[in-house]
């Protein structure tokens, strides 16, 4: 019987661990933290779709609720930006804490092991193979490393150079968040309000006040990391802006790291496969990621499945990025596009933007969530050159100009993936891939 080590608790790993052991595979997931610690005191939005696919059920109506509107606003929050939420919604709210322990539930029942307390410190390898982790309770051994160790994760930065698999994320590909609720104020604001605000008082990322019955949500997001006294000047700046934020913390109040980058380009090895943000599978402008990792862990579960002799080579693991890139990660890569032109507009750039007639846009938005994948790369190009035509800034078209011509780059680039493993082919074009992203400013 293969034996598989899942490296982490993150929410693929998990679903993933669970999909193989009710086939029979002898799967074991080593975690940190213990499991009553296991989440974020705070609440995550994302697709439920990604619970489908992964052969989950919908949670208990109690321990969720559909998101509502989102208010978008320039650092000015003048001519907001709304985003309804169509009618059959596809996104839901749910504790951090509740999904972990749904998705921990689910594994544990198809005969998913688990060990708390276990500190994972690299990568173990014979050869060009990894053959295990090493933590601080000694070193385990498996056929198949599955890394759901994180955006930090310890397995992917002491892999060998010649996997080809990227280390460490580059200036701008990290979010650094700050999440806090704040006592609710001012009932005179509904509790369904959301207020997302880009760079709001100077801050370079973005501020949301989500209002909750019971708490007003706070979250401070930045391209770098945070000053010692930043946190109170901003949220200062949410509280005079946002009337339901109160002084008095309640929830929460912690710091966290989170990848708004392109998917890794190559996120497989001979023994070793990435999931989660492990292998950057966040949506690049937000950095929200579970519905993802979630698809990627069914996508990886068949590609383990069906390799029959148990080699989880770099050739039978391919299908695995192949499938993701095709199903998800092609249509994810423009919006880290779109977010390295968000990075380098200035305050009032931003503020201009928002005072265009955005309705043209607005109309196209709604419609991508009905669309596939590769319709949904053509309508993004649709978008960003109506948003050019509108605008009058000069150097803000010619920066939206390079933007349009790399997401035609990207969409031409993306046929070309080698749908067979073949090292020299995929080293190549995950070059050429990553090219595409590279910061120049």
């Not at 034996?3 to 595979?25: D, Q, S, T």
């Not at 709210?93 to 539930?105: L, T």
């Not at 490393?145 to 010649?162: E, M, T």
């Not at 509280?239 to 998917?263: D, H, Y």
Request: proline share 4%; glycine share 8%; net charge positive.
């Amino acid at each position: 019987m293969a034996k598989i080590i899942v490296a982490g608790g993150g929410h693929g790993g998990i679903a993933v661990a669970g999909l193989l052991a009710e086939k029979g595979l002898d799967v074991t997931v080593y975690e940190q933290r213990r499991r009553e610690d296991m989440g974020y005191d705070w609440t995550d939005i994302f697709e439920y779709s990604g619970l489908l696919a992964a052969d989950m059920d919908m949670p208990p109506e109690d321990l969720f609720c559909y998101k509502g509107d989102v208010t978008f606003y320039g650092p000015s929050e003048r001519n907001p930006f709304i985003q309804r939420s169509p009618k059959n919604q596809p996104e839901i709210k749910m504790e951090r804490k509740d999904i972990y322990n749904y998705i921990i539930d689910y594994a544990e029942k198809r005969g998913a092991k688990f060990e708390y307390g276990v500190k994972i410190e690299k990568a173990e390898c014979l050869g060009n193979r990894v053959v295990g982790i090493k933590t601080d309770k000694g070193s385990f051994y498996g056929d198949l490393i599955i890394d759901a160790c994180g955006v930090n994760s310890p397995v992917r930065k002491s892999l060998p150079h010649f996997c080809g698999i990227q280390k460490e994320l580059k200036q701008y590909e990290k979010l650094y968040v700050y999440r806090a609720f704040y006592n609710r104020i001012n009932k005179d604001v509904p509790a369904t309000e959301f207020k997302l605000t880009l760079f709001p008082n100077g801050l370079h990322g973005l501020g949301w006040v989500m209002a909750g019955e019971q708490y007003a949500d706070t979250l401070l997001g930045k391209f770098e990391p945070f000053e010692k006294d930043e946190i109170k000047k901003y949220t200062d700046y949410l509280r005079e802006k946002n009337p339901c934020v109160g002084k008095k913390k309640v929830r929460a109040g912690s710091f966290a790291e989170i990848p708004i980058r392109q998917t890794i380009a190559v996120m497989v090895a001979d023994g070793y496969a990435a999931i989660g943000d492990s292998a950057f599978m966040t949506i690049p402008i937000y950095g929200s990621g579970i519905a993802n990792a979630l698809r990627a862990s069914k996508i990886l579960a068949e590609t383990v499945l069906k390799d029959e002799d148990c080699a989880y080579s770099c050739e039978t693991l391919w299908d695995y990025e192949y499938n993701y890139y095709k199903k998800v990660g092609s249509s994810l890569a423009p919006l880290a596009t779109m977010k390295n032109l968000l990075i380098d507009l200035t305050p009032e750039q931003i503020d201009n933007l928002f005072d265009y007639d955005l309705e043209q846009v607005r109309g196209k938005i709604k419609r991508l969530n009905g669309l596939t994948d590769k319709r949904k790369v053509k309508a993004m190009i649709e978008n960003v050159l109506i948003l050019k035509n509108i605008v009058s800034d000069k150097a803000l078209k010619q920066d939206i100009s390079v933007a349009v011509k790399k997401i035609a780059k990207l969409s031409v680039l993306m046929k070309q993936m080698p749908k067979v493993y073949s090292q020299n082919e995929v080293l190549i074009w995950a070059q050429k891939y990553n090219k595409l992203f590279k910061y120049e400013k």
